[in-house]
C-alpha cells in the first residue's frame, strides 16, 4: 500500500482595489400611499439622473428592491392608526475611480436631499483573476513547504501529486451602514488602502523512501 501525505495550504495575495461599489437607499415618510411611492421615484430618479452627469455607466447602476407599507401607532380606545406610509428603494452603484468616488458619493446625497440614506461601501476589484491567481500559487507553495517539512520529519520525500483540490475560503465582511440619514453634501474621502484575497489549496503526495 502506497503513504501518501495530505495538506492544505493557505495564503493571500493583496493590491489596491480598482472599485467602489456604493449602496444608496431612498426613503420617503409621506401622509399618502400614493405620495410617499411617487416622492420616491422622483428621489431615485434625481440621484440616478445625478450619477450618470458624474459619468456612471448604466451598466454600472442596478435598482433592487421596492417596499411600500404603512407606519402604526397605538391609540387607546381607537385601537392602531396609521401615522404614515413609508416607500423605500435601494440603488446599487459602482464607481471605477477612487479619485472620483467622493464627488461622486456628495453629488448623490445633494440630489436625494433628506431622502437619500447610505446604507454602504465596499472595495474590490471589476476582475479579480490577477489577484487570485497570486494568491493560489502562494497558497501551492505554503501547501508544498508543509509537505516537504512532514515528509522529512517522518524519513521521507514526496513523490508525486496524487490529487489537488481548492478549498473555499470564507468571503471578507463587507462594511456596512445602517440607514444613514445625509444631511450634508460635503465629499468625505474613500481612501483605497489595500484589499486581499485568499485563496486555501489541498493537496495529496506520495511519500517515497528518503
Known sequence: MNRTITVTGTASAGAVPDLVTLTLGVETRRDTAARAYDDAGRAAGAVASSLRAAG?????????????RAEFVWVEGQGQKVTAYVAT??????IRSHADAPATIAAAVAAGGDDIRINGL???????SAVTAQAQEAAWKDA???????????SARLGRVVSISQ??????????GGMVRAYAA????????????AASITVEWELLEP
Request: charged share 20%.
Open 167 to 176: 478549498q473555499p475560503v470564507p468571503g471578507a465582511p463587507v462594511p456596512m
Open 56 to 68: 456612471i455607466q448604466d451598466v454600472d447602476l442596478r435598482t433592487s428592491g421596492l417596499n411600500l
Open 89 to 94: 428603494t435601494n440603488l446599487h452603484v459602482g
Open 186 to 197: 460635503e465629499a468625505l474621502p474613500v481612501e483605497p488602502g489595500e484589499t486581499q484575497m
Open 144 to 154: 508544498l513547504r508543509r509537505a516537504d517539512q512532514y515528509a522529512s520529519l517522518a
Open 122 to 128: 465596499e472595495q474590490g476589484f471589476a476582475d479579480t
